[in-house]
């Protein structure tokens, strides 16, 4: 209560705000003192000092905002060994551990914060498993972790850090942050792989693929959110990575064009392009002309009635899928309103790569912000 009591606020808001939280703290430390094992009082105790640090002012002599998230993080504990399930007490510490991580830089000290940090999402997550939030800011402090750690180590805590951006967009396809922040983690590992001499395994994806697929991301959250100048800053950085005038290129195996199922043998490996229209199979033809595209050349082809097409409106869903009829690999469904249309990448993280792409540009067109990704793919 001492601490709470004197704070003030940076201008009169505040100090309006911070009386209102002083009342809050006083209600809630008479919970506790009737109720020892009142845990929601612990918890909104804890979360009215959190918000105390947001209010204390720089320049002032109340106590520092370090001072009051350690005791919100001591109140949060206390909360959540009453109460193991509280999946929001967790998730709230675990903002508290990140500021005052924030606030002591590349240090030691500031490792091992992060890492508290990165357990008590974990713990949020198992309690409560569909919060984009808190996978994406899991998916934070790994990568600030990252920074701090030896070398030896950054790589598999940044590929954790890429899981989970992907798995807060799976729970909500339009997570502009989560999305704009897979770019920004992908192209800072396009980077250390670059510095490194490229991929070390001939398997691996290489600095340009990593390039390639940031600035996808980078270029989904701009359409989404083009009013965002950190996204559109961003986007004149790696824009020229991307296969203009495509989002992404890439091969899958598929049947003939007009077949659902048939004969492994029949399938083939080919190219296909991805735009804001659709995704588009390329004959062998039309593959050179795509390779002079992207080489300054304009070239225009049009479709192929023999070649798979689908239309980005057409989409129902897209899923990964295992199936006996499927040849053996990453299988692709993307069910459309003419029925499903199956292929197969080649590896498991390619498919990671076709399932995100083909997901955002379907939830561009569904937030009717199609245009601006058409802009981005021609200007």
Same mark, same amino acid.
């Given at each position: 209560?001492?601490?709470?009591?004197?704070?003030?606020?940076?201008?009169?808001?505040?100090?309006?705000?911070?009386?209102?939280?002083?009342?809050?703290?006083?209600?809630?430390? $008479?919970? &506790?003192?009737?109720?020892?094992?009142?845990?929601?009082?612990?918890? @909104?105790?804890?979360?009215?000092?959190?918000?105390?640090?947001?209010?204390?002012?720089?320049?002032?002599? %109340?106590?520092?905002?370090? %001072?009051?998230?350690?005791?919100?993080?001591?109140?949060?504990?206390?909360?959540?060994?009453?109460?193991?399930?509280?999946?929001?007490?967790?998730?709230?510490?675990? &903002?508290?551990?990140?500021?005052?991580?924030?606030? !002591?830089?590349?240090?030691?000290?500031?490792?091992?914060?992060?890492?508290?940090?990165?357990?008590?999402?974990?713990?949020?997550?198992?309690? @409560?498993?569909?919060?984009?939030?808190?996978?994406? @800011?899991?998916?934070?402090?790994?990568?600030?972790? $990252?920074?701090?750690?030896?070398?030896?180590?950054?790589?598999?805590?940044? !590929?954790?850090?890429?899981?989970?951006?992907?798995?807060?967009?799976?729970?909500?396809?339009?997570?502009?942050?989560?999305?704009?922040?897979?770019?920004?983690?992908?192209?800072?590992?396009?980077?250390?792989?670059?510095?490194? +001499?490229?991929?070390?395994?001939?398997?691996?994806?290489?600095?340009?693929?990593?390039?390639?697929?940031?600035?996808?991301?980078?270029?989904?959250?701009?359409?989404?959110?083009?009013?965002?100048?950190?996204?559109?800053?961003?986007?004149?950085?790696?824009?020229?990575?991307?296969?203009?005038?495509?989002?992404?290129?890439?091969?899958?195996?598929?049947?003939?064009?007009?077949?659902?199922?048939?004969?492994?043998?029949?399938?083939?490996?080919?190219?296909?392009?991805?735009?804001?229209?659709?995704?588009?199979?390329? @004959?062998?033809?039309?593959?050179?002309?795509?390779?002079?595209?992207?080489?300054?050349?304009?070239?225009?082809?049009?479709?192929?009635?023999?070649?798979?097409? &689908?239309?980005?409106?057409?989409?129902?869903?897209? $899923?990964?899928?295992?199936?006996?009829?499927?040849?053996?690999?990453?299988?692709?469904?993307?069910?459309?309103?003419? +029925?499903?249309?199956?292929?197969?990448?080649?590896?498991?993280?390619?498919?990671? +790569?076709?399932?995100?792409? &083909?997901?955002?540009?379907?939830?561009?067109?569904?937030? +009717?912000?199609?245009?601006?990704?058409?802009?981005?793919?021609?200007?």
């Amino acid at each position: 209560m001492e601490l709470i009591s004197s704070v003030t606020g940076v201008d009169e808001e505040g100090r309006s705000r911070q009386r209102i939280l002083t009342f809050a703290a006083k209600r809630y430390a $008479s919970a &506790i003192e009737r109720n020892p094992e009142d845990y929601d009082a612990l918890y @909104n105790w804890a979360l009215v000092l959190q918000e105390s640090a947001d209010n204390v002012s720089p320049d002032s002599t %109340s106590p520092s905002k370090d %001072s009051l998230l350690e005791e919100a993080c001591k109140k949060y504990d206390e909360a959540t060994q009453l109460c193991p399930t509280l999946h929001d007490a967790f998730y709230n510490w675990a &903002i508290a551990i990140s500021d005052r991580a924030k606030m !002591r830089g590349r240090t030691k000290e500031a490792e091992e914060l992060w890492k508290q940090a990165t357990k008590n999402y974990e713990k949020a997550v198992q309690l @409560n498993w569909n919060s984009p939030q808190a996978l994406n @800011n899991w998916g934070l402090a790994l990568q600030e972790l $990252s920074a701090i750690v030896p070398a030896r180590e950054k790589q598999t805590i940044v !590929r954790t850090a890429i899981s989970k951006f992907r798995a807060a967009i799976k729970l909500q396809f339009d997570f502009h942050r989560a999305i704009y922040n897979l770019g920004t983690v992908l192209y800072g590992l396009a980077e250390d792989t670059l510095r490194a +001499g490229g991929a070390a395994n001939p398997k691996d994806v290489t600095p340009n693929e990593l390039y390639s697929q940031s600035a996808i991301y980078i270029a989904a959250a701009h359409a989404l959110k083009p009013s965002y100048l950190v996204y559109s800053s961003a986007l004149r950085l790696v824009r020229s990575m991307l296969p203009l005038p495509y989002l992404k290129i890439g091969y899958l195996m598929a049947p003939p064009a007009g077949s659902v199922v048939a004969p492994h043998s029949d399938w083939k490996r080919s190219q296909f392009v991805l735009n804001q229209e659709g995704l588009q199979q390329v @004959n062998k033809i039309e593959q050179k002309q795509v390779s002079r595209s992207l080489s300054g050349m304009s070239e225009d082809f049009s479709p192929d009635r023999r070649t798979i097409r &689908i239309e980005v409106p057409d989409i129902v869903s897209v $899923s990964a899928c295992a199936d006996l009829t499927l040849p053996p690999g990453a299988g692709l469904c993307i069910d459309t309103i003419h +029925g499903p249309v199956f292929m197969v990448a080649d590896s498991w993280e390619s498919l990671d +790569g076709w399932l995100d792409a &083909i997901r955002l540009v379907y939830t561009i067109y569904a937030r +009717g912000k199609a245009a601006v990704l058409a802009g981005i793919m021609s200007s």
